[in-house]
């Protein structure tokens, strides 16, 4: 099998984790007046332990929006602090949760992240985004293999597409990922208070089975979906992710959720 755009990277062990997916065009332009109201009655979510994808009839449109119709009819997920950060009595200070969903030829992804202070640093594809902003990442990998794909989104609609043959090895490689997002406040500017960016995120089903993986209903795959949150006011970001990791380290394969494809036509009923 031929791979283009095979660029060995050192792995950077001071770091906590990677990875997320979509086309990006982020309306960061827009200055929130007052401040950000918290919610007293979030929105229930369900349970990380299995994470399930819907299928859709008609393609994700990837604009960040976050109103395509599969969105209202699949499973919510909420990011946790690891187990790590909970026994040093820390507490999640903004959420943020997913979505996930998929047809014959992408698997999509939707987040949601609460954020104060929208920071993204880096304005160029493929490089190590959470050095300097804000985050999403979205790991996949086959059961019983040793290689995963790492993907990030950002805000200011860029993205980077990393692909571990095995642990401790990091390549960059060109896939066919396309990400969106949009934010709800003023990009890069402390001074004030942003209240939320979104993202929408599509990969290939081509590029998840180069290596003759099967992806659909009954495949094994895990998943994990983690975000780099920084702010002004903190002296690192906070992690999160879901699955709750017992350990905030974003490489621990062993602790990614499995994911569940669900609503095939003609498929048996959920």
């Given at each position: 099998?031929?791979f283009?755009?095979?660029v060995?990277v050192?792995?950077?062990?001071?770091?906590?984790?990677?990875?997320?997916?979509?086309?990006?065009?982020?309306?960061c332009?827009?200055?929130?007046?007052?401040?950000?109201?918290?919610?007293?009655?979030?929105?229930p979510f369900?349970?990380?332990?299995?994470?399930t994808?819907?299928h859709t009839?008609?393609?994700v449109?990837?604009d960040?929006?976050?109103?395509?119709p599969?969105?209202?009819?699949?499973?919510?997920?909420?990011?946790?602090?690891?187990?790590?950060?909970?026994?040093?009595?820390?507490?999640?200070?903004?959420?943020?949760?997913?979505?996930?969903?998929?047809d014959?030829?992408h698997f999509?992804?939707a987040?949601?992240?609460?954020?104060?202070?929208?920071?993204?640093?880096?304005?160029?594809?493929?490089?190590?985004?959470?050095?300097?902003?804000d985050?999403?990442?979205?790991?996949?990998?086959?059961?019983?293999?040793?290689?995963?794909?790492?993907?990030?989104?950002?805000?200011?609609?860029?993205?980077?597409?990393?692909?571990?043959p095995?642990?401790?090895t990091?390549?960059?490689?060109?896939?066919?990922?396309?990400?969106?997002?949009?934010?709800?406040g003023?990009?890069?500017?402390?001074?004030?208070?942003?209240?939320?960016?979104?993202?929408?995120m599509?990969?290939?089903?081509?590029?998840?089975t180069?290596q003759?993986?099967?992806?659909?209903p009954?495949?094994?795959?895990?998943?994990?979906?983690?975000?780099?949150?920084?702010?002004?006011?903190?002296?690192?970001?906070?992690?999160?992710?879901?699955?709750?990791?017992?350990?905030?380290?974003?490489?621990?394969?062993?602790?990614?959720a499995?994911?569940?494809?669900v609503?095939?036509?003609g498929?048996?009923?959920?």
């Amino acid at each position: 099998m031929q791979f283009n755009h095979v660029v060995v990277v050192p792995v950077i062990a001071a770091r906590h984790s990677r990875a997320a997916v979509l086309l990006v065009s982020c309306a960061c332009g827009v200055v929130f007046l007052g401040g950000c109201k918290a919610e007293t009655t979030p929105r229930p979510f369900a349970s990380s332990r299995t994470m399930t994808a819907r299928h859709t009839a008609d393609p994700v449109n990837i604009d960040g929006v976050l109103d395509d119709p599969v969105w209202g009819q699949t499973p919510t997920y909420q990011l946790l602090l690891g187990e790590d950060r909970l026994a040093e009595g820390n507490r999640l200070r903004e959420r943020g949760e997913v979505r996930l969903a998929w047809d014959e030829h992408h698997f999509y992804a939707a987040i949601e992240f609460h954020d104060s202070d929208i920071v993204a640093g880096y304005d160029v594809n493929q490089v190590h985004h959470y050095q300097k902003g804000d985050l999403v990442e979205l790991l996949l990998k086959p059961e019983h293999q040793t290689w995963h794909w790492e993907l990030y989104a950002t805000p200011r609609n860029r993205k980077t597409s990393f692909w571990w043959p095995q642990q401790g090895t990091l390549t960059v490689r060109k896939c066919g990922l396309r990400i969106a997002a949009r934010c709800r406040g003023t990009l890069n500017d402390s001074s004030d208070k942003d209240r939320s960016w979104t993202a929408e995120m599509a990969m290939p089903v081509r590029d998840l089975t180069t290596q003759d993986q099967p992806f659909g209903p009954g495949s094994q795959w895990r998943i994990l979906v983690s975000r780099y949150n920084h702010e002004s006011t903190l002296s690192s970001p906070e992690l999160s992710a879901v699955p709750r990791l017992s350990r905030t380290d974003f490489q621990l394969t062993d602790e990614f959720a499995p994911l569940k494809l669900v609503g095939q036509p003609g498929a048996a009923a959920d």
